[in-house]
């Protein structure tokens, strides 16, 4: 699989190098299942949610569209992305051993490499032992995984020390990413 970026026709415009004005706000909104929508209506081309993600980026709080003569702010419910499907590769590491690399597809067919530069955080939530867990995508713009995937990652989990604690996680691009402390765990192997 390749990354975003790697695939002919999908190199992303170089917003980090525009700096338009800020005017406000538009009523697009990304609910919490990925979907686009504006004025409260489905934006039904996926051409254009495309077009539109590829100048979406986060600043502080604030998800915004950008393009060389403006940028607007619009309305992000969770994520931006869901991550829709994994595959695991075997690579190279740092050490030169071999290890996994988890590659994630998001639901608007970006891919992303599991490694420091695209780490897994694990959301808790509050009022219950459950995580949340996303992969960092790009421009501070995260994918939650969707629940298969995540059932998928468990699979993935193995046992670490991290700073001299015994740690579940998911080790990927030669990189661990803690998931939980294993003395906080009930039920794992």
């Not at 005017?23 to 409260?40: K, N, P, T, Y």
């Not at 970006?110 to 939530?125: E, N, S, T, Y």
């Not at 059932?151 to 740690?167: N, T």
Request: glycine fraction near 10%; include cysteine.
């Amino acid at each position: 699989m390749r990354a975003v970026g790697d695939a002919p026709g999908r190199a992303l415009p170089p917003i980090e190098r525009w700096n338009p004005p800020d005017c406000g706000e538009i009523d697009i909104r990304i609910d919490r299942e990925g979907g686009w929508h504006h004025e409260g209506r489905p934006i039904r081309r996926p051409a254009l949610v495309k077009l539109f993600a590829s100048v979406l980026r986060r600043e502080g709080q604030r998800y915004e569209l950008v393009t060389p003569v403006e940028k607007l702010g619009i309305t992000v419910e969770d994520a931006p992305f869901l991550a829709v499907d994994m595959a695991a590769e075997e690579t190279t590491v740092e050490d030169g051993e071999a290890g996994p690399l988890l590659v994630f597809r998001t639901n608007l067919d970006d891919l992303v490499r599991c490694d420091g530069a695209h780490p897994l955080r694990f959301d808790p939530q509050p009022g219950s032992d459950e995580v949340r867990p996303y992969i960092y995508v790009r421009r501070g713009l995260w994918a939650r995984l969707t629940r298969p995937v995540f059932l998928d990652l468990a699979e993935r989990v193995e046992e670490r020390e991290v700073g001299g604690r015994a740690m579940f996680g998911v080790a990927s691009g030669g990189a661990f990413f803690a998931l939980a402390p294993v003395d906080t765990v009930e039920g794992m192997p």
